[in-house]
T-cell receptor
């Protein structure tokens, strides 16, 4: 499974766009990139998944360059409730063992 | 719709006592099932995963064990708890098969275990 590297923490203010970048230099051809969000004392929640270029849903956008060695999760106009830990995962869709890294702790301030 | 439940939500146990955490999935069949543990302020550590009844794979050597007696039931156990077993335990499921899976994991509410 490809190893991922993301910033330990980030701060932002309400209304700003937040971009969290994840490095995955050893990503394999069949690997997908998936992001999860976790609030304290809750299980992680799926945010978005992509393979290449750009994916957008009602919550976030995911930008993946052509070499796929990194990806950027973009959260538009964050609010206080977006304060959470965000995990970047790389692997086969439905991979039998999904490994979570340390994640990025995002703190949104008023 | 699919749901996942795990219990108990909170547990305080003395060192050396046994443990049993249970997880049940509803609304789907043949799911992949997982147990994760999260220590305070840390990321998630995969403990066990299962692709079918009686099929358990362990990721980390420890004094914990897992069993899958039924298709949608996953149990985490220990015969003698250690202080280091304290943490937030999460059960999760995903659809079976790498070619049919969206890659999404669905997590339960979690069980917070404190070993004293």
């Amino acid at each position: 499974l490809a190893k991922t590297t993301q910033p330990i923490s980030m701060d932002s203010y309400e209304g700003q766009e937040v971009n969290i970048t994840c490095s995955h230099n050893n990503i394999a051809t069949n690997d997908y990139i998936t992001w999860y969000q976790q609030f304290p004392s809750q299980g992680p929640r799926f945010i978005i998944q992509g393979y290449k270029t750009k994916v957008t849903n009602e919550v976030a956008s995911l930008f993946i360059p052509a070499d796929r060695k990194s990806s950027t999760l973009s959260l538009p106009r964050v609010s206080l409730s977006d304060t959470a830990v965000y995990y970047c995962l790389v692997g086969l869709t439905g991979g039998f063992k999904t490994i979570f890294g340390a994640g990025t702790r995002l703190f949104v301030k008023a | 719709s699919q749901t996942i439940h795990q219990w108990p939500a909170t547990l305080v146990q003395p060192v050396g006592s046994p443990l049993s955490l249970e997880c049940t999935v509803e609304g789907t069949s043949n799911p992949n099932l997982y147990w994760y543990r999260q220590a305070a302020g840390r990321g998630l550590q995969l403990l066990f995963y299962s692709v079918g009844i009686g099929q358990i794979s362990s990721e980390v050597p420890q004094n914990l064990s897992a069993s899958r007696p039924q298709d949608r039931q996953f149990i985490l156990s220990s015969k003698k708890l250690l202080l280091s077993d304290s943490g937030f335990y999460l059960c999760a499921w995903s659809r079976l098969g790498p070619k049919t899976n969206t890659g999404e994991l669905f997590f339960g509410e979690g069980s917070r275990l404190t070993v004293l």
